[in-house]
């Protein structure tokens, strides 16, 4: 469905949701024209200071004065980044009045020629941010307008009528070319944005068991051989094998979809257990592995597993697992009051360079923890 004109044709939710990359190139941008801006500034300063190229020594101060303040903006925008990117918008049209403003003043320097730089610094603005058609429009007329009043109040008639003429044509091709230029802009945002949700859905729906949230097996196993294969592994870590108690008797009794329940009440408890941040599951990989954050994930059926690290002794790991089976045993499901499971701990040792032969021996503990009993740890 198509947007608004002001948006470029975009609706309001497609340019919000490509806010961010806005901020980031009208940053950029105001970095670079900043920086041409200050360039400028001391450029009219030398020429005010020798006398040449119509500027004379009286515009020496204001220029410099320019010069001062474009450096200074210069210095907080690419300093300051982290409080004038999320509001670049403000920041811009802050620099719009600089710009402006200085274009304002060096045609009033030369009474007696048409204004050259202010059409410039029009074009400019016009060009490089994207903010919406009302708002560039409202910005534009309104320093036009100042600059015009000043031209006609300051300067004879025949040369004001000159930078009328200039003024009105670039308004009109600035309009057309900020909206064609903005419109492209954000197509290249939107196409960027799309794809980046297509990878990241791919990323959750690579890594992720869609009943439990838990990684699925196949991403688990790629993380745990990444951590116990890492040369610069120097942390306690152990890896635990849960599997239901009496499971198939809940799916014949109750039915599959209450036994769906269980297993989502499971992967809840587990990920409470770690205080895993989920909002943003693509990230979820990268970050655990960064932060060197412990992990878990769904094998199958109802067998799940648990790799604790960043611990330093096995008294740690014996209480975050006892705690994990206790509140299993607390959650009521339904008619069903409390989950039993039964679990294999197994040490990594310096060793272990394969996650399938670790896994085989927490699989050996969880069955005998299953001969004992059930709903209970063995711990190797």
């Known amino acids: 469905m198509r947007g608004s004109f002001n948006l470029y044709w975009y609706s309001k939710e497609a340019y919000k ?3 961010d990359m806005i901020n980031e190139t009208n940053h950029k941008h105001l970095e670079v024209i900043n920086a041409w801006l200050f360039l400028i500034c001391l450029m009219y ?6 006398n040449i190229f119509g500027a004379t020594k009286h515009n020496a101060f204001a220029y410099a004065i320019f010069s001062v303040v474009t450096a200074a903006y210069q210095f907080w925008i690419t300093f300051g980044k982290k409080w004038t990117l999320p509001h670049t918008t403000f920041v811009a049209y802050l620099h719009t009045v600089v710009m402006l403003a200085i274009g304002i003043y060096q045609s009033e320097s030369n009474m007696f020629t048409p204004a050259t730089l202010y059409p410039l610094l029009l074009t400019i603005v016009a060009l490089s941010y994207i903010s919406s058609v009302f708002k560039m429009t409202i910005g534009v007329v309104t320093f036009s307008t100042i600059f015009l009043l ?10 004001a009528m000159q ?8 308004f009109i091709l600035g309009e057309i070319l900020h909206f064609m230029f903005s419109r492209t802009r954000m197509k290249q945002f939107e196409a960027f944005r799309q794809n980046t949700l297509i990878t990241q859905e791919l990323e959750v729906s690579s890594s992720f068991d869609s009943l439990t949230q838990l990684l699925n097996r196949g991403r688990f196993f790629s993380m745990s051989n990444d951590v116990i294969r890492s040369k610069e592994r120097h942390e306690y870590i152990v890896v635990a094998l849960l599997d239901l ?4 008797q809940i799916n014949d ?14 992967g809840q408890i587990i990920l409470n257990g770690f205080r895993a941040d989920m909002s943003e599951k693509w990230k979820y990989v990268k970050k655990t592995m960064d932060d060197k954050d412990s992990f878990a994930g769904r094998l199958g059926g109802d067998e799940f597993i648990v790799f604790l690290r960043g611990l330093e002794t096995r008294q740690q790991a014996e209480s975050i697992l ?7 045993n607390e959650r009521e499901v339904g008619e069903i009051r409390g989950i039993n499971a039964s679990i294999g701990v197994t040490e990594i040792v310096a060793e272990d360079y394969d996650m399938d032969k ?18 209970r740890i063995i711990f190797e």
């Open 17 to 19: 949701a490509c806010k």
């Open 45 to 50: 300063t030398f020429f005010s200071i020798f």
């Open 150 to 159: 000043t031209a006609f109040y300051n300067k004879p008639f025949s040369i």
């Open 163 to 170: 930078d009328l003429y200039a003024v009105v044509i670039v």
């Open 245 to 248: 108690d009496g499971f198939k």
């Open 253 to 266: 009794k109750y039915g599959h979809q209450m036994g769906d329940k269980v297993l989502q009440n499971v």
């Open 322 to 328: 006892e705690t994990l089976l206790k509140l299993l």
């Open 358 to 375: 670790v896994y085989s021996r927490a699989d050996e503990l969880l069955y005998k923890a299953k001969e004992a009993g059930k709903n």
